[in-house]
């Protein structure tokens, strides 16, 4: 799409902010204002329209592309997003561990079990721990410990918060990164920890790198959504 306006603007608007283009309010590709609960999000995702040179460029523009998600997809199937995140509890990356080569198991335990130690202690959800791929039951309290703490978050929060799961392969990561006591590095780091592994022994695949990159740019952007999402400090 050729770029069709000159200036773009947080403005004030219903109790909540819009970003405006040459002084009319964007809308969503469900043709809704785009509405967001902070200046600091309106401001940030103008920054993305002012960015755009001759073209618009869409997969420049994560912040508007997590913000259409939220009023057009998050905000009407909200119970079917917090099902879908918390999904991944049962399956969690993080739960299954390497069977060898022993400085692969000691690395995962030393990135990834702090993680899930920090999910049980704050959450109350305790996963289970196993070695190789086959698939093991979760305990179902830890299960709805992780639904209860999804379904907390606000519809913009957890659309960041689906994103970085996603993302990540991974609720605890998604969960631990939410709530500050991860980064986005972190995050993507201990996400791709088997493949990192992997390069360092046998040398690196560019497909795979770029991949990887794309994830952390997703990982990134979810993590500063869910920032500015209830912070205007």
């Given at each position: 799409?050729?770029?069709?306006?000159?200036?773009?603007?947080?403005?004030?608007?219903?109790?909540?902010?819009?970003?405006?283009?040459?002084?009319?309010?964007?809308?969503?590709?469900?043709?809704?204002?785009?509405?967001?609960?902070?200046?600091?999000?309106?401001?940030?995702?103008?920054?993305?329209?002012?960015?755009?040179?001759?073209?618009?460029?869409?997969?420049?523009?994560?912040?508007?592309?997590?913000?259409?998600?939220?009023?057009?997809?998050?905000?009407?199937?909200?119970?079917?997003?917090?099902d879908q995140v918390s999904a991944y509890g049962g399956?969690?990356?993080?739960?299954?561990?390497?069977?060898?080569?022993?400085?692969?198991?000691?690395?995962?335990?030393?990135?990834?079990?702090?993680?899930?130690?920090?999910?049980?202690?704050?959450?109350?959800?305790?996963?289970?721990?196993?070695?190789?791929?086959?698939?093991?039951?979760?305990?179902?309290?830890?299960?709805?410990?992780?639904?209860?703490?999804?379904?907390?978050?606000?519809?913009?929060?957890?659309?960041?918060?689906h994103a970085a799961t996603a993302a990540a392969g991974?609720?605890?990561?998604?969960?631990?990164?939410?709530?500050?006591?991860?980064?986005?590095?972190?995050?993507?780091?201990?996400?791709?920890?088997?493949?990192?592994?992997?390069?360092?022994?046998?040398?690196?695949d560019a497909e795979a790198a770029s991949r990887r990159?794309?994830?952390?740019?997703?990982?990134?952007?979810?993590?500063?959504?869910?920032?500015?999402?209830?912070?205007?400090?």
């Amino acid at each position: 799409m050729k770029r069709f306006y000159k200036e773009a603007a947080a403005e004030p608007g219903d109790g909540a902010f819009v970003v405006a283009l040459d002084g009319k309010s964007v809308r969503t590709p469900g043709k809704q204002p785009l509405r967001v609960p902070t200046r600091r999000m309106a401001d940030a995702i103008a920054a993305e329209w002012r960015d755009q040179g001759d073209e618009i460029v869409p997969v420049s523009m994560p912040l508007t592309r997590l913000a259409n998600s939220a009023l057009d997809s998050t905000a009407p199937n909200r119970a079917q997003v917090i099902d879908q995140v918390s999904a991944y509890g049962g399956a969690d990356l993080l739960c299954y561990r390497a069977e060898g080569p022993a400085d692969l198991i000691e690395r995962q335990s030393a990135e990834w079990q702090p993680v899930l130690d920090w999910l049980g202690a704050a959450h109350g959800a305790t996963l289970t721990v196993t070695s190789g791929i086959l698939p093991v039951a979760q305990p179902p309290a830890a299960l709805a410990a992780i639904v209860t703490v999804v379904a907390a978050f606000d519809d913009f929060r957890l659309t960041g918060l689906h994103a970085a799961t996603a993302a990540a392969g991974s609720v605890a990561l998604g969960l631990a990164l939410a709530t500050g006591r991860i980064d986005a590095d972190a995050a993507w780091r201990a996400a791709h920890l088997d493949e990192l592994y992997q390069e360092g022994r046998w040398g690196g695949d560019a497909e795979a790198a770029s991949r990887r990159e794309a994830l952390r740019g997703e990982i990134a952007a979810a993590a500063r959504f869910m920032v500015i999402a209830q912070d205007d400090g």
